[in-house]
């Protein structure tokens, strides 16, 4: 009798929440598999921030937005987008209700971890011709060394001519790899910590070997593969000085598990949320009511600032050019905008128990997962979303039967994180973090959950359609 009552208790009062696995139907699961295959396409497509605006003007454009200038109107239901440098991207619908209500934004970005090719990048050691790296953003360096490596950026010549490069991912280009000592030797190495097993400057990539024939000058090597590429690209040694070249994982987005449940690609942290945010606006299926807008930016591995991170104005100048331009005080405008600062959190690997505090950890399949703070040691570096904005989004997210969890980053002091949040709501904007659980995040293949990829989909959806 009591045991029957506690049970009814325990349902009416313990928390729901639960393996999405166990809620969704069968055409739901279907749906979000689907969206997937999409999704994998953009992973593929977009490995660079570059790359990533590349494809998401193309996608806008197909879509119905055009690139804004503003001197021209604006009007409820105009699809409108601005291209920042090329490597970050705001795009939004106009809204019916007045400016003055605010507007909805979903922030995501678009630069991943990756080696970038220092300014003075080729040589010859020992008849082996290698470039140099400095790495980007967070990342386990041992994990880069043995692995299929692609060449993506651009590199801008003496006449100013932009050359774009992308060698590796054709199934007929060469890749490019750094290497790492054999075990055999390795006595030494493996005494290292596992930070330091591979060190920065020891991440230097692999790219040629065959001397130049002709005479018998030094740095014969070198000279061929500048040969080679001044062939292929019209480019002489010091062009490398105003290029951007990342080198990036050559493999492809694969499904992940004999049930296909999962994703393995590079560059999810955060393409993930930058593709269903991005999804979420070209699909909006009405004139929302207020001014839906998605950001894509660039520089958030490296800490959000320079012109294209959103530590920088630009955010902040458009919203302010758009509430003029719709005739409303843009400081009005802004201070009554929500956010959702669209970013991935750690998922809980049963491998690695210790670093998550189980109760506050996301877990792959439970969902979008909502983040109330970030940041680390006494929640330093964060914007810490209000009881009443979370629970906005908590109420939102549960009317429109989207599944999610909430989860943090790492129990605490042990780690911890920032994202963009503190940028936006340093503008006084209402914002909260909310996205992708992801398993081995920053490392060359990152993991997501299908289902999960495509609940913050919804989520993004119904936060500008509602
Ligand atoms: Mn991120
Ligand atoms: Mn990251």
Known sequence: ??????KGLKKELFSKKKNAGFIMSENEIKKADDFCNEYKKFLDIAKTEREAVCETVRLLEENGFTEYDFKKDLNPGDRIYINNRNKAVIAAIIGRDSAEH??????????????DLKQNPIYEDNQIGF???HYYGGIKKY???TIPLALHGVIINSKNEKIEVKIGEDENDPVFCVCDLLPHLAAQQMKR????GVKGEELNILIGSRPFKDDEESEMVKLNIIDILNKKYGIVEDDFISAELEAVPAFKAKDIGFDRSMIGSYGQDDRVCA???LKALIDCEVVPKKTAITVLTDKEETGSDGNTGLNSSYLKYFIYDLAEKLGVNARQAISASECLSADVNAAFDPTFPDVLEIRNASKINYGVCVTKFTGSRGKSGTSDASAEFVARIRNLLDSKN???QTGELGKVDLGGGGTVAQYIANLNIDVIDVGVPVLSMHAPFEVTSKIDTYMAYKTFKVFIEN
């Open 1 to 6: 009798m009591s045991e029957s009552k506690a």
């Open 102 to 115: 605010g507007f909805r934004i979903n922030a995501a970005h678009i630069d991943s971890p990756r080696l």
């Open 131 to 133: 470039f140099k790296t």
């Open 143 to 145: 994990q880069w060394t």
């Open 193 to 196: 910590t596992l930070s330091e």
């Open 275 to 277: 593709y269903t945010a």
């Open 402 to 404: 989207v599944i999610w």
